[in-house]
């Protein structure tokens, strides 16, 4: 890489490791930062207008006093992938993240001469990062554990605010890694006994030839998960948001994950038990495939391959905690 | 002031504008990271091993693998005060804010050339920053409002661990700021309808002639909450753990809220209707009376001089959002 | 005007200031009456079999052993319109008043020389009276406010049954009334978080082209909620009910409350945040003109008239609690 | 009896039958009265100060804004009794309904000529009435059914407040008069499965020597159930407030209801399971009969001789519905 | 008959007397046995396989490592009608119990001489028994009494599991059984206050020309609701699974449960209230009538035949609990 | 052992493995059998009358009709033991299994022609098949770990019975089992979040000196339990029934299950994380030791003799499932 990569904030490009917030800014005194984290298919961002509504909707309900309407943050996220250019190789795609909060706390302004503004953060870096551990997940599946904790409802921490107060994901993961299999994966369930969602992710099930996934209220309503409803009835599979209970991820016929970064990871255990033959199942695949040639990337192929650039990938699955590395 | 502020970030002493936690880390990926703000009487911190101990059972909980065992935290914290002597006025007291994450994700480690270590921060600032604004309130008392947002329960969300997961309280301060009163503050009800606390304080009642405090279930336990109990009993005071309802609040004798930055803050109206005779209690004001005697500082007279110091305050009270100052 | 209005009561009219309740009445002693509120256009009942057949529902369920069947208690309806007729004018419409209650209390019965029976009241006024107050709303546009009040689930409270036992409505306006806007209404949350009602209104919103309604469950299933619910489809929009959370209404395109009193009205604000773009939608709009024109009023003309010729309307509001006047 | 009763109705006194609320009133249109029954001992009201500053802890809640301070309510009161006193006979005893709402509504107010103004009603009638045909429990017990209908939680549905909106407790009684005993009163349980009251009474176990009576959360709490746990204190009896299961009560060794009309019955079955031996029990007994010599009155004596008095009783348990008589 | 039962036990078959399971086995240890009972039409096992399909997924989600493949167990089935064929009537139609559990726990090893294999009972008894003394209940309709024991939540006892931890269902049949009339069933709500299910029985309604029937939440998903369902959509009817509160049931058109043994009764009353006009009505006969053409036997006449062939029928009715018969 | 073990089986003496209940019996149908674990030390049974009075508790809670006094139970299990006495080794301890059910259901009288009973179970075994594989405990501790399965609240299932219906005992022990620990025990919570029991053992937490187990509501209230915490109080240490919170575990300084088989087991860790210093505790020593003083018997001596002479003891704990073994 011939430069190194910069970060846009409030207004400023920064190096990468500096782009940091201060430990005054509310983001940090109350978690009340929206984010976004976006991601390309041959340098193309796919879906950043539906996630710069998210990230405004976030915005409006917090009550973020940014000046930056959504079309000129859309312009600001352009700006920093150009300036990001050369410092990707050919092959790698750009993962954004965008942070918005209102700044640091008017209390502490004395730290900042009186100059308060919300903090706008946008970065830009490698998909590999985040996607290469995940490869090895298209042979193996993602063996889905449902630990104690679960999916807060909405009511008392509106989870369709894509925020910072996520302590429960880490709880979450924390009570899987008792389970000594690298394949697990949290699966919350909601407080009503209904599937929620990932640490990070949606689900889906397969149920008799149709596409269920969870009902949008105790969960983030990902795009991935907007697409995926919407790619399958394009193919004429009847694709439905529903109640899911554990009863039925059990005796589904199949079932996959997806997020923004990995798009789409077959779920093929559920609690030790398989779920249908406990491989990637026909529709998953050929979800994957539709969505692969819609973006012009052969998904799977390109995880592969940057699992082989990256090499050691110890730690970096950000969707389980492993005790080995860190603890 | 001679000298600036710094802060202890990881080992160096950094100025204050300086302090700030890298995008990567934990704390603001997941929220998760623990902290303590603490306070000095006369220059000397206030039950600081009681906030190291809490801070401590969050580093457990959380799994954060920091080196620094509780002394050595401790020695940190007094370095740290010793550094900013010079930064401070002699009618200042010292406020704390310690921070602890597990640091920087190991999926960003190409960020940090694969060092990843645990976050640690010591701020000390003045607490005039933030007790200057609540001067006032020890004659108009705080007037408690109930808002739709509940304390989220301690089985979704740790509300023992000080964590930085706090959206809540954050939508809990919009919807108070909707009622037009300078004084109006928020007091959480959990979904058991009983009595939480407030967004950063604990709250007490008098009810006939005992002193009344929700039971530590969906709260932070603070420690001038521990303090009060005990110097109530100290005082022979009866003083007990309770589930309080709303209806004990409208009909209690005496209210206030504590925190570790304030004190003690009478708490006059709830919804509207006074508490008792709409003035501060007798109870309260021996409370407050013998916690100053205890700590050497008359906590009414310097928070007034406090105010009187720093001047315009306008929306710096943390405990509230104002439409105005910020929107 | 000139003759005064009557009101039946068990067989006799009365003169309307007469129209009273023993206080041995099983609808004071229980608040188990049912009742019915309705109004003409342009002289003629609108829906009346709809009110009719909902009170013989709680009638059943009730057990309240009346004696008049449906079409006789249609009969004395009829006649109790026709009866007031000389007693209002030709602009007025008549907005009827129906109480059944099981009557006073067997134990009671001497009071009453041992001859118990329901009680049946028939009241006849002017819609003015209810609605004048609201004309400002067209322009203006409710701001609803959701309190800490919630709506009853209807395993506790059945609000399906239109009855006495409300006091949680006057709960919610007294909470709501902190809130320094004439224009907040309280919009009651549902336990699990879902939008219920107003206090005496239905709730709608629009989103993406479809008009949508909290299901049937813990509300008042209005008639002028089935009737736009099908009015709606009869104009080829999509119509649905559905579980409606707070962020739904935020981020909807439109919304506004209904009810037979006032029909409906544009909603424009929840919780301080603009619904929209803050002002009466087109589908509000589009169902409101349909509506005149199926009922052959001006609904929104006819509402301002009113509010002209009635002047002073301060306090009679029954959809909010006013501090000033009242208190 | 010589001469008539009088009903105390805001400053005027009317025969018994002409006492009778607006159909316009606040206490009709939402149920929010709030209201006292009390009842004298050889002619001397019991704890009539504290049943008025329940009325008045309901009235500051519901911001009923009445003129009267209670002193001035207390003169009323026993003006009233005097007033009445000729149409008395000398063995009866005097009990009285005090009902308070906030009187018509503003919308109304045509009718009233503008002048609107709280509704006080005080009526005094004879004890008799309400005890005559419960006589017969003192023999037999009362046999508690638990039916479907729950305690509605207080943050729904506040029960500390004595008020009109207790549909759910003639629900109760409706469903629990399936069962074919004319012995079986409904004994509700709160949603989280504790015992909370009957239908207009508290309730009582004893168990291991004892007396246990539920939290006062979700009941009203009464003023024999604070009597009676004071008086238990001072016989040396264990008493206290606690969460009571279905399970607790099966397994008691007595139980019993109270109220300010009966004072005390026992309950010897709980859902056709007999308590203890199926017959009052001894400190049920002792309690009653200290009972009698504080107020210097046999209840169970006094009680019987109204029965007697009486004579045909059928329907007039106010703590059950029953079908033949009013179906 | 000629000759004696027989019930198959892992491998033999024993008399029917005989056909007993250890105290040792995990079925009573834990309660985790699943199983399944079927019914003949003419002879012919209707729905078997649904029903081998429900067993297999109680056994995956319980992990019971049997060894035979549903195919095996399909075999062992026919063997044994074919069996016992010679001790049934020509009139007589099968009834099979199937039940499968983990066998004796390791820990008694030693009673088993360390032979350790999982539970298979087939046994196969006559229809009459079961249903014989429902045959009047074509005419009376079932009186369902929604008791205060409520259905478990799915995510606490899972209900699509057909196993033997069915106490609660016991308790409701006790609870309904203190109503006097000998044709009351239990029907249970869950805690959200929506109906789910009779004791051992699923439940519809009838509501403007459409079939409604409970979500299969907390319900066993019976083989007859499927087949209702199905057979309805056949028809032309709309069928649909949707929540049902205890309103929709007072005053749905009709109503009726369904189950293996006796397919389809009318329930004619709820809780007290007739439902329509008290009678079986026309859906649920056409439904009764065109189930009958498809299974080539008129089921209400077979019934009654039944009931006239058995005679005394004193206790048999499984669906209630008789305290003189048992008690 | 020179003689085979007998069971008490309804009036017979039976051979252990003949000790089998009829599929047709209603513990088996509804899984409402009531049952006892007792078990000696030095030959004598420990707390049987304890046990027995839970028995007949249960017995009168599901209205099962024995005509055995609970005096007369006690007679059957003494000659029961006396009968088995020449089975036993010198040093065996017996422990006894006492199951009572209604008997076979009334619509099987056939089956049983016509005599229907209930069913009364007395086995007795050696202590050691129990405890033996327990033994590595009292140096290992048990390690706890809450799954997601809850405790079903009482008011659902009626813990506090000894009932036969906990096929949830069975699944958290299958979630646990995903762990891979051998020492691994489910903990199990109740729907409020608080710890409520292991799978048939008590728990008990030690905090600042205190003894305190959860409060006896949605659990088995076990003989242990009540013999615990009269011991600490015989011992002068504060024992109290409290709701705990998975945080106080996590915090507390000891911890351990209590249960009539071993006894007491210390817990060591509770989801991967330390209890205390993640050893044995002193005040759980100091319970362990004055109760082997007590009963005459060096509890941990025995266990590990009991361990040595049974030699392998794979698969036979009771408290965890063991995924190699049993599947």
Known sequence: ??????????????????????????????????????????????????????????????QIPIKEKISEME????????MNKP???ATDEHRLMINVSRGPLAMYRMVFDGKLEPTVVIADFPVKWTVASLAHFF?????????????????YLEAKIKNRSRMHYMMANLQVSLVDDPNAWALLLDPDGFVAEGTGSNFFIVQAGKLLTPEGRNILRGTRRAYL?????????????????????????????????????????????AIGDGKMGPMTKRLLTEWSKEV???????????????GDLSGTNIYRFERKNNQ
């Not at 312009?75 to 150009?82: G, N, R």
């Not at 998904?299 to 592969?304: D, F, G, K, S």
């Open 1 to 62: 890489m011939q430069k190194e990569r910069l970060v846009y904030l409030n207004g400023d490009f920064v190096p990468e490791k500096e782009a940091r917030i201060s430990i005054f800014d509310s983001a940090l005194m109350f978690g009340d930062m929206v984010f976004e984290m976006t991601r390309s298919f041959n340098g193309k961002q796919f879906l950043l207008r539906e996630h710069l509504e998210r990230l405004y909707r976030g915005i409006k309900q917090l």
């Open 75 to 82: 312009a600001l996220v352009e700006k920093t992938v150009e």
């Open 87 to 89: 410092a990707f190789l």
């Open 139 to 155: 042979d193996d599946g993602v063996h889905a554990v449902t630990p104690l904790q679960r999916a807060i409802p909405a009511q």
């Open 229 to 273: 409803l919407n790619l399958a009835r394009r193919l004429g599979i009847p694709a439905e948001e529903k109640n899911i209970e554990l009863y039925d991820v059990i005796h589904a016929d199949e079932a996959f994950f997806s997020s923004a970064a990995f798009s789409l990871l077959p779920c093929t255990r559920i609690n030790g038990l």
């Open 296 to 310: 012009g990337v052969d998904i799977v192929a390109q995880t592969r391959a940057f699992a082989k650039e990256v």
